[in-house]
């Protein structure tokens, strides 16, 4: 970024020029945004919210290249991660956030925990407050739980992921994911494929692209599907689902996609009735290379993990050119960063304000 | 919240120019090597500062001088309670080990951002020394901390509120100070 001017001096010191160089366009950002105590869904974020946290997260991500990647801005915090489902990518990129971010992380699982002897979700919350955990961190199999907490603890809640409910880090990671490969959202026709009904994935995102501009296109087989499955919000007035477009017919589907998202085929769907075979489902609707080149050339293919490759995503398409399912996982750390910064821990102590 | 009212400008569009002049004269006068300086403003309004800094010792002895932009998000003190700025992404143009790395902020006040600036700055290597370049100076330091370059000195009180405008940022060059309306 070496300078070089030759204008005037007057022009030079009186400062006629544009903007900064190599800044992104902020003015629909803003400096001091009101700040938020929980993260549980993405349908109390605004958009200007959504690009504050992922404008910090390109912060975070040059962190994240650094030799050393360890900055001093959560010292003295305690981040707790209280997950009562199984997870490996969510939970240790939340504990890299955090350590990234020099808080202190105690992770907490359900499993070996005083929650196997049957205390109840509010008395373990009740205990880690009282050790002082300024953000607890929670996935649990029924929707709500971050919420019931977020009523009754001073502490910060951030949802990691509850029942069928909400994943609201995971969409935004996959908002982040888009908006850095494209530059923008708004307009984009971003195609989810597969387990709509129960994903809590399929729900955030459904709130983060729509406010985001971009055309939704949910694609399944209709048991996965209903055909009311969006009545009750589109009976309202603007809501932002009005837009969202549901196919079963996945060629359809994906024709002049710039985004293709394939979730999860849970495997406890086919014993709960809900799909004859996984081998018919996989040839109905898994993405394949063939099926790919129905979407535009530089489609962006993703993927939330656990992938079931073979199933839900074919692994010449998962591990392709225009797969950036890898780099969803580093960007769920730079989110995260972003997230747990955003956060506004209790005030303990002294601070000093600066100028 | 008490209102705030303008009470007046203390530096006029040409006054600040000719600050940031002579400012850039005193960082050549002290500074014989221009290519081992490095100016890194710091954002908000240090990052256009710093720009035209350069732009002015390009103008007066034909060198380019690196630039970069900071921000000091991470490395504040008052984590606790406050709100949280969006932050920008920092760009340092050079290694900055070995070079005269100059700070460059609109105000120097309690002399905390500059700390988190050379916390930052740290993190990043090991500049041969750091020097601070400011727009006003307005005293009430909570840190042994200076500036080497001062636009103006001007004593404040604590109710007080300098604000340096850009023209990039705010459409207007100009320096006033806010005093807090007791009605």
Request: aromatic share 4%; net charge neutral; proline share 6%.
């Amino acid at each position: 970024m070496t300078q070089v001017r030759s204008e005037p001096i007057q022009s030079v010191l009186g400062g006629r020029r544009a903007v900064v160089a190599s800044s992104p366009d902020l003015s629909e950002v803003p400096e001091r945004p009101e700040g938020r105590r929980h993260i549980l869904d993405l349908d109390d974020f605004s958009p200007a919210e959504i690009l504050g946290v992922m404008q910090n997260a390109d912060v975070m991500k040059e962190v994240l290249h650094r030799d050393i990647k360890k900055v001093p801005t959560l010292r003295g915090k305690t981040v707790i991660t209280l997950f009562y489902e199984a997870s490996t990518r969510t939970r240790v990129s939340f504990e890299q956030a955090g350590k990234i971010l020099s808080a202190d992380v105690i992770n907490v699982a359900g499993d070996g925990s005083s929650v196997e002897k049957g205390e109840s979700l509010h008395n373990t919350a009740l205990t880690l407050q009282a050790m002082n955990a300024d953000i607890i961190v929670i996935r649990h199999p029924h929707s709500g739980a971050p919420h019931f907490l977020a009523r009754n603890l001073d502490s910060c809640v951030i949802n990691a992921g509850d029942g069928q409910h909400a994943h609201p880090t995971q969409a935004l990671l996959d908002l982040y994911t888009i908006q850095s490969h494209r530059g923008q959202i708004d307009g984009l026709k971003v195609v989810i494929v597969g387990d709509i009904l129960y994903s809590r994935v399929a729900r955030s995102n459904l709130w983060g692209l729509t406010k985001m501009g971009a055309q939704v296109v949910l694609c399944a087989p209709p048991t996965l599907i209903p055909p009311d499955f969006l009545n009750s919000s589109r009976q309202v007035e603007g809501h932002p689902f009005a837009s969202v477009q549901i196919e079963t017919n996945v060629e359809r589907a994906l024709e002049g996609a710039d985004v293709v998202m394939a979730l999860r085929l849970q495997l406890e769907r086919q014993r709960a009735g809900r799909l004859p075979t996984l081998r018919e489902y996989s040839r109905m609707y898994g993405i394949t290379p063939k099926r790919l080149e129905l979407a535009k050339p530089e489609v962006l293919v993703m993927h939330p993990g656990p992938m079931n490759e073979g199933i839900e995503i074919d692994p010449e398409v998962a591990h392709g050119a225009r797969s950036v399912i890898e780099e969803q996982v580093t960007n769920g750390v730079a989110i995260r960063m972003a997230l747990l910064y955003t956060v506004l821990t209790p005030r303990r102590g002294g601070s000093f304000p600066l100028p | 919240m008490a209102q705030r009212l303008e009470a007046r400008e203390i530096l006029s569009s040409e006054e600040m120019a000719r600050s940031l002049a002579r400012i850039s004269h005193e960082i050549l006068e002290r500074n014989s090597r221009v290519e081992r300086v490095a100016l890194v403003g710091i954002y908000t309004r240090g990052v256009p500062m710093a720009e035209r800094i350069a732009g002015a010792i390009k103008e007066f002895q034909g060198e380019d001088v690196a630039v970069g932009a900071l921000d000091i998000g991470l490395y504040r003190d008052d984590i606790s309670g406050g709100v949280r700025p969006t932050m920008r992404p920092t760009h340092l143009p050079v290694n900055i080990q070995g070079k005269s790395v100059i700070l460059v902020d609109d105000v120097l006040y309690t002399g905390r951002t500059i700390r988190a600036a050379m916390d930052a700055l740290n993190d990043f290597g090991r500049p041969r020394d750091i020097q601070v370049a400011v727009l006003v100076d307005r005293g009430h330091r909570e840190l042994p901390i200076k500036a080497e370059y001062v636009g103006k000195n001007v004593p404040t009180s604590a109710d007080e509120q300098v604000k340096v405008r850009v023209v990039e940022v705010d459409g207007v060059d100009q320096v006033v100070i806010l005093r807090r309306d007791e009605q």
